[in-house]
């Protein structure tokens, strides 16, 4: 392959054909990484909506507790009435049962409160195990295309590669080397186009010295960006 301006867009061409492969082979992992963390999320989040649930439950139940007795405290207290000697200590029963009425009375509200809030917690948790359910199917269908599509994307890459060998076996060795270093630190940027006098990497304007020897079909390299630059399909046809 003689060093032409068609010849170097080619090149470049494949380089990033290849990039993009491998940008897409590397995208269905980030996918199923991306939906397996949004299922950790939602995981989380259930296990806090349950671990929430399960403490009003307790409460609930334990406010009940409490309830049952406070009624039965009250049962025995009303049955001691009849046994009473004297008004100062019947009087005083009445009191206590009062005051545990009253008590019963607060803990009844409690509890109406707390079973309220596990309908609320019930539905918080219904709506959590279906977000989670959901993630879970959505991921299964990002690996079924991931995997479908893995192949064929490590054929066009397998492909790809030949394709690019073939070409960079044909650059004259004397630019073969120092290709070659910037090739493997660089990858796709390793080359830039050059259209109106400017490099295609960094954007500095070319002396016309460097756009003389780009005509000549020379080997030049952007003295700032240190790319293999090659003229446009744009700026060929301006300078015929």
Partial sequence: MSLTAASLRDLHRIHQQQADLKDRLSEGPRRVKAAEGAIQNLQQTLDEVKDSY?????????????????????????????????????????????????????????????????????????????????????????????????????????????????????LPGDLRAEYNRISDARGEGALAPVDDNVCGSCYQTLTPQTINELVLTMAVFCKTCGCLLYLSEDHEYSKD
Avoid: P
């Fill in 54 to 170: 399960t403490r009003a439950r307790v409460q609930a139940d334990d406010r009940q507790l409490q309830l049952q007795e406070g009624e039965q405290r009250i049962n025995d207290t009303q049955g001691k009435l009849n046994t009473c000697s004297t008004n100062k200590e019947f009087q005083a029963l009445k009191n206590q049962i009062e005051s545990d009425k009253k008590s019963n009375d607060v803990l009844s509200d409690e509890i109406l409160e707390l079973l309220d809030g596990l309908d609320g917690h019930q539905e918080k948790l219904s709506l959590a195990q279906q977000n989670l359910d959901n993630a879970n199917q959505e991921l299964e269908k990002i690996v079924q295309a991931v995997e479908s599509g893995r192949q064929a994307l490590e054929n066009d890459l397998e492909r790809n590669q030949s394709e690019l060998s073939s070409v960079e076996d044909l």
